[in-house]
């Protein structure tokens, strides 16, 4: 299939050359490459929000093996409990808190577009800046709150 060529203004700053013919009759430039793309804090949130889910499924193990040790009794509970509140343990649950935040963040997000709003450059940088950058001080506040209420300690 050989492209069309574009007619003069139609696709003008269009730097690859090619172009389509949508299904509505109107000729557009196929998508380019990412390198053409400028960087956007809204391709930082939609990658955020696909690690944030391979990161909450791996948190998930640790609840099923928490859920599991539980389940051997005792024994194997004080070892998870021990293991939790390790520099390690709470290294690791702090990143998930991380990971909770981003999700619940990212969630509003969606949530907002879906219905339609939020879809303006201003607003979209907005919500996505939100959701790239408040993940980590949420965090940080609720350990502080945690560690201040006794819950948590080293």
């Not at 990161?55 to 051997?72: D, I, N, R, S």
């Amino acid at each position: 299939m050989t492209q069309p060529k574009p007619n003069p203004g139609v696709a003008s700053g269009d730097r690859t050359g090619r172009f389509v013919i949508q299904p509505n009759g109107h000729l557009t430039p196929l998508s380019p490459h990412m390198g053409i793309w400028r960087w956007h804090v809204t391709m930082a949130a939609s990658i955020l929000f696909r690690a944030t889910l391979i990161a909450g499924t791996v948190g998930l193990v640790f609840v099923v093996a928490w859920l599991g040790a539980l389940a051997f009794g005792p024994e194997a509970y004080e070892t998870a409990l021990a293991l939790a509140g390790s520099p390690l343990g709470l290294f690791v649950g702090f990143g998930l808190t991380v990971v909770l935040f981003s999700f619940i963040l990212n969630g509003a997000r969606h949530t907002i577009n879906d219905t339609g709003n939020g879809l303006t450059i201003k607003s979209a940088t907005a919500l996505s800046n939100i959701a790239v950058w408040a993940p980590v001080p949420l965090a940080i506040l609720f350990w502080v709150v945690l560690f201040a209420a006794g819950r948590v300690s080293l």
